[in-house]
T-cell receptor, first 111, second 117 residues
């Protein structure tokens, strides 16, 4: 079993739909990261969170430390949101600052 | 502000050749990470440095891989000799960390797409 599990692996939505991507992890962490990788390959850090919720534009990330679970929500989705979304965890004393990555969720938003 | 700069963007070479990938982190960042991304294994950490010192190199696949950070503004990842299974996209990222166990957002370079024939 992977230390970081994402679901779904693939997600297709229509423009305007509300989207949720889930991430579960099995190790103790100090922070969880959500990354976005566009078809061109570049990786952008969207959020880093250790508790509660963060919001940036149409993106919302939540984390429940007790349940070892995080969700990334996209409101009013748009075709330009099409990308791979990657969950990563790190910062535990046994792992140092190394990040452990999920396999990613391929999101396609159709117009 | 300039982001993390990697070079080259693409590299195609024959197996057995030495390959050197380069990275310039964001000025002021004290930590640098090398990652490899493949279809089969996704993103994997190879090694990271904090204040130019290698902290965790447990992800380096074998002795053919080596990484150096001679100063705060430059790092190299070298593969010698290269093999076809080393073909992947190699990303460098930098961050400002308060210590080897802390966590801050990482800023990624555009990656080097490496193909070993």
């Amino acid at each position: 079993k992977n230390e970081v599990e994402q679901s779904p692996q693939n997600l297709t939505a229509q423009e305007g739909e509300f989207i949720t991507i889930n991430c579960s992890y099995s190790v103790g962490i100090s922070a969880l990261h959500w990354l976005q990788q566009h078809p061109g390959g570049g990786i952008v850090s969207l959020f880093m969170l250790s508790s509660g919720k963060k919001k940036h534009g149409r993106l919302i990330a939540t984390i429940n430390i007790q349940e070892k679970h995080s969700s990334l929500h996209i409101t009013a989705s748009h075709p330009r949101d099409s990308a791979v979304y990657i969950c990563a965890v790190g910062g535990h004393q046994t792992s140092g600052s190394r990040l452990t990555f999920g396999e990613g969720t391929q999101l396609t938003v159709n117009p | 502000d300039a982001g993390v700069i990697q070079s080259p963007r693409h590299e195609v070479t024959e197996m057995g050749q030495e390959v050197t990938l380069r990275c310039k982190p964001i000025s002021g960042h004290n930590s640098l990470f090398w990652y490899r991304q493949t279809m089969m294994r996704g993103l994997e950490l190879l090694i990271y440095f904090n204040n130019n010192v290698p902290i965790d190199d447990s992800g380096m696949p074998e002795d053919r891989f080596s990484a150096k950070m001679p100063n705060a503004s430059f790092s190299t990842l070298k593969i010698q000799p290269s093999e076809p299974r080393d073909s992947a996209v190699y990303f460098c990222a930098s961050s400002f960390l308060g210590g080897p166990y802390s966590n801050q957002p990482q800023h990624f370079g555009d990656g080097t797409r490496l193909s070993i024939l």
